[in-house]
């Protein structure tokens, strides 16, 4: 059993996808080597081949196998935080510059899936953050407001409104944003696998990076192939899958695992009430729960699990009482499929830009919206990689901050989740 998830999500390959990748069989030298072949390391390596760049992909395991091919698929615009804070935060020219950014990062996604023409299942219907309580309902007012007036296609929704997209029963209101929307993952980083190899971008699956250190002017990456790689630039697009290749990097995330389940196909007249029109869905309560409807018309649910990968079916049985309970209609409903992967978050909910030194970038955190953020970010890198500009990058640069007690927080948050279970159980 691959140990990344318990059984396979549902999602899609498309037949001309690119499985197998191109061997490292000798050293080698390049413009930029990227470590990961999820969507930033693709997006990244596509961007960099695309504006000429030699570029080699070391990739550990197989394409799609990282939290690319595994999560939820829903496309969502934005960061955690509202423009306001992130004006706040990072003052007027940044934050400005920031909120354009994460303004747009749906549409990296859904503009490269046209003007590519990629095999990929996607519907652009919208996102909706439901709220369970009135403080939840406020913040999505505040929410809405504050992209309304940047003049972002959002909407606030009733309790009544928000029940008829959805379906479920509960929510006294929520929010709409129609830049958002839900693709199928895995066919979608498989087709950027392509796009990249098109590109002239040469990928090699199964061989993990060991060691990156300096060479002189360049990098040197020891890879599982035997033969190193060489290069100017290294970006490292491990994510919440990073191990101990850039120092600190993975001591200085959360990652969380996140759970998905899928339904049988749903019945003609549960897929006319049970998300109508094909939104996709994250819910307020401190434990979320997120959920969409896939292509074959499974109702595809996730949510946070234990912080270990799962062991067996019951991990998931959470999941299936929270649906019914949203959805009292799919009592007796098969569950057909059970997966998980790694989320990565930060204390501060940002994504982080590293440069522990010229030329080496780690990039990690996207607090559970890495489809948009991570396809954005790609061209961005490249942008940094080829003037040396910090301006072109939507984030500042920061150092790698590790976690004080790091390995401690894992107990913790089991007993963390285990609480806030209880206080949105309390809430209804
Ligand atoms: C279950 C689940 C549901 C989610 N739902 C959503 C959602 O609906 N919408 C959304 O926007 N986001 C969602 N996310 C988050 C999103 O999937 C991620 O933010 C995004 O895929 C991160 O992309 P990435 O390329 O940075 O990382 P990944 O796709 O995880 O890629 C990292 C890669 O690095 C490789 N690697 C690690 N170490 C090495 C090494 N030493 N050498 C070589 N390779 C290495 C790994 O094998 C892995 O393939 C979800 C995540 C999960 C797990």
């Not at 089991?414 to 309390?426: E, K, N």
Request: aromatic share 6%; net charge neutral; hydrophobic share 45%.
């Amino acid at each position: 059993m691959n140990p990344l998830h318990f059984s396979q999500p549902v999602w899609r390959r498309s037949p001309r996808a690119l499985l197998a990748g191109e061997p490292i069989s000798a050293p080698e030298r390049v413009d930029l080597a990227v470590v990961g072949g999820g969507l930033q390391g693709l997006s990244t390596a596509y961007a960099a081949a695309g504006r000429g760049l030699s570029v080699r992909v070391i990739e550990a395991g197989k394409l799609g196998e990282g939290a690319s091919g595994l999560n939820g698929g829903q496309v969502i615009a934005g960061l955690k935080h509202d423009p306001e804070w992130l004006l706040r935060h990072f003052g007027e020219t940044r934050g400005s510059a920031l909120i354009d950014f994460a303004a747009g990062t749906a549409d990296a996604v859904f503009d490269l899936i046209h003007t590519e023409g990629l095999d990929v299942e996607q519907v652009r219907s919208g996102w909706i953050q439901a709220a369970h309580t009135p403080a939840a309902l406020a913040a999505a007012e505040e929410r809405n407001r504050q992209w309304q007036v940047r003049g972002a296609d959002v909407t606030l929704l009733n309790g009544a409104e928000v029940a008829l997209l959805t379906g479920a029963s509960g929510y006294l209101g929520g929010w709409l944003d129609r830049r958002g929307g839900t693709i199928d993952p895995l066919a979608f980083v498989l087709e950027l696998a392509r796009l990249a190899a098109q590109a002239g971008a040469r990928i090699a699956t199964d061989t993990r990076a060991i060691r990156v250190r300096r060479e002189g002017a360049d990098w040197q990456v020891d890879t599982s192939a035997g033969h190193p790689v060489r290069a100017r630039s290294v970006v490292v697009a491990t994510n919440a899958y990073s191990d101990r290749l850039v120092a600190g990097l993975s001591r200085s995330l959360l990652p969380l695992q996140s759970f998905q389940i899928a339904t049988a196909p749903l019945p003609a007249d549960l897929r006319e009430t049970i998300l109508p029109h094909g939104q996709a869905v994250a819910d307020s309560r401190r434990i979320s729960v997120y959920y969409r409807k896939s292509p074959e018309g499974r109702l595809v649910f996730g949510g946070r699990g234990r912080m270990g990968a799962p062991k067996s079916e019951a991990d998931f049985d959470h999941l299936q009482r929270a649906m019914v309970r949203l959805f009292p209609s799919l009592e007796g409903i098969a569950v057909e499929h059970r997966w998980s992967g790694r989320v990565s978050m930060t204390p501060d909910h940002l994504p982080h830009v590293h440069e522990p030194d010229k030329g080496l970038l780690a990039i990690a955190g996207c607090q559970g919206r890495g489809v948009g953020l991570m396809t954005a970010l790609g061209p961005r890198l490249v942008d940094y990689i080829q003037s040396g500009d910090p301006a072109a990058l939507p984030f500042p640069l920061s150092p790698i901050r590790p976690i004080p007690f790091h390995a401690l927080r894992a107990i913790g948050a089991d007993v963390a989740i285990a609480w806030r279970r209880m206080l949105d159980g309390l809430e209804g």
